[in-house]
């Protein structure tokens, strides 16, 4: 079973770190909520409280691969860590994958881990990323390093991260399922705001599912 580190901090983006994680766990694969903040309870950018599995004191690099959730100030409190920074650095040297969203792949910068990639991140970060061929894409995989646009692209960062690790072997397979709606809804158009929210009315929307199913 393929194994996630997911790195949390006070000020972190809670969707971004969440539904990267929902969707691993619904595919089976082990995520742990690391923190690095000395105590495992955590408190989001908005304010809400989230328990880690465990605390990075506690932990060994035995992860296939270590990802970084965004917000401002979760960011600053990761890249502040020195012992996560040598983690990454160990990590990329072993040859394994890294993943990181929004404002967090300027940590990987910073460390000098994405020169040489294709890389994306949060609008105004391209000066942090260094060396890396930074792109307007939602979701960028360059070799082992994975990075994400922002929190409207969260799901996309947990689909992509599962068909890295888990789909290659061919025992699941992820589909698309759509469902139409006849009557009107409002959804969050998360894709085109990235973090404004609109709301969109809709008459004959489909929704669109990705299941994970066994062969």
Not at 38 to 55: C, N, P, Q, W, Y
Not at 86 to 95: Q, S, Y
């Amino acid at each position: 079973m393929a194994k996630v580190y997911a790195f949390v901090a006070d000020g972190m983006e809670e969707v971004e770190c969440l539904a990267v994680c929902d969707c691993l766990r619904r595919a089976k694969v082990d995520v742990k909520l690391v923190s690095i903040m000395g105590r495992k309870m955590v408190t989001g950018s908005h304010g809400f409280k989230i328990e880690a599995d465990s605390l990075f004191e506690e932990i060994t690099d035995d992860a296939d691969v270590l990802f970084l959730p965004g917000g401002l100030a979760g960011t600053n409190n990761l890249k502040a860590h020195e012992g996560l920074a040598e983690m990454l650095k160990a990590h990329a040297t072993a040859g394994k994958r890294l993943a990181a969203i929004c404002a967090a792949p300027s940590i990987l910068g910073e460390l000098g881990l994405v020169k040489g990639h294709r890389a994306t991140c949060y609008p105004g970060f391209e000066t942090k990323m260094e060396g890396a061929d930074c792109r307007g894409d939602g979701i960028i995989t360059d070799r082992l390093i994975s990075t994400g646009r922002g929190m409207g692209w969260a799901i996309d960062l947990g689909l992509e991260l599962i068909k890295l690790l888990v789909s290659e072997d061919g025992s699941l397979r992820l589909e698309k399922i759509k469902e139409n709606r006849k009557t009107p809804v409002f959804f969050w158009n998360f894709y085109n705001l990235g973090l404004v929210f609109s709301n969109v009315l809709c008459y004959n929307s489909k929704r669109c599912y990705v299941r994970v199913t066994e062969k």
